[in-house]
């Protein structure tokens, strides 16, 4: 919005020219959204208490977390607005991706808040069954990757996608290209999903990759820096750092409640719309495949889960003490906050290193 307003008067204010700049949309756009964050989260979460929505403890979880029954959950709600807020104001509207962005991350929120509605409601202890959403997330996902199947905004680039550390290998995929992204995407929200089961476990790593995907959107929006970095130049996709910006804060902000010992939990609203924007950035950049090294910690978590069903289902023997991952360092002993920042830590790691294979190619 300050984009259309006031860039066009810096003919007459030379000063309105900085609204041009990409760098200073998006680090007002943090700031915007760690602002609004900040300064909305005591209501919110006031509300959250006021109307009794709480979150419910699994009987088969953890023991040390019977003590979180009853912390304020839907906290997502407060990353939604913090997130749409500052991409309207400090995106160009007109560009096609902040759409896309905002409405795969609002869609699969819709979905989070169904799921923790019937939960919170008393319609379904359980909330969606599992069929029903792995149904609607791959509806969502379908419909993102046939828009950018059928009306790509530059149809060279259309399917391909970029293979990590090979510079010259960026195989176009045609019509395989939809249920590629259908699984990228149904897979992120997911991951991030089961790694919610911590203070802050989620929206730490959630951060880290988002500042990654970031940093690989400025440089494929950038002719110069993708042509030099030998990666798909993206028209018009440096408008998807601003929505990376607005993300980081709106998160960063979030943090500051949901930091151990939390105020408030994301709930699946939270979780699900997190995973759905983190993929469809991963997506629109054309570095799909580099998702599993960027958002390790939630491949890792989410591996985990398949590997200890897969191992029960056919031995009757565990592979971990108790799935996802967090919950088996939990049992050997680890303090919750131990396990989060350890796995910071590790999140870090392999965001650096993600970065590092736009120049190893």
Known sequence: ??????????????????????????????????LISLILGPWVIRQLRRYQIGETIREDGPKSHLYKAGTPTMGGLLILMALSIPTVLWGDLTNRYIWLLLSATFAFG??????????LAGVRRQGMRIGEKLLAQTAVACGLASMMYFYPEDPSVATQITVPFFKEVTPALGAWYIPLIVFIMVGTCNAVNLTDGLDGLATGPLIIATFAFTVIAYVAGNAQFANYLLIPYIKGGGEIVIFGGALIGACLGFLWFNAYPADVFMGNIGSLALGGALGTMAVLVKHELLLPLVGGIFFIEAL??????????????????????????????????????????????????????????
């Open 110 to 119: 819709g979905i989070g808040f169904i799921d923790d509605w019937l939960k």
């Open 1 to 34: 919005m300050f984009y259309h307003l006031l860039y066009p008067l810096h003919s007459v204010v030379a000063g309105f020219n900085v609204f041009r700049y990409l760098t200073f949309r998006t680090a007002y756009a943090i700031l915007t959204g760690l």
């Open 304 to 361: 985990s889960v398949v590997l200890q069903i897969c191992s029960f289902q056919l031995t009757g023997k565990r592979i971990f003490r108790m799935a996802p991952l967090h919950h088996h360092f939990e049992e050997k002993g680890w303090k919750e906050s131990k396990v989060i920042v350890r796995f910071w830590i590790i999140a870090i790691v392999l965001a650096l290193l993600s970065l590092s294979t736009l120049k190893l190619r």
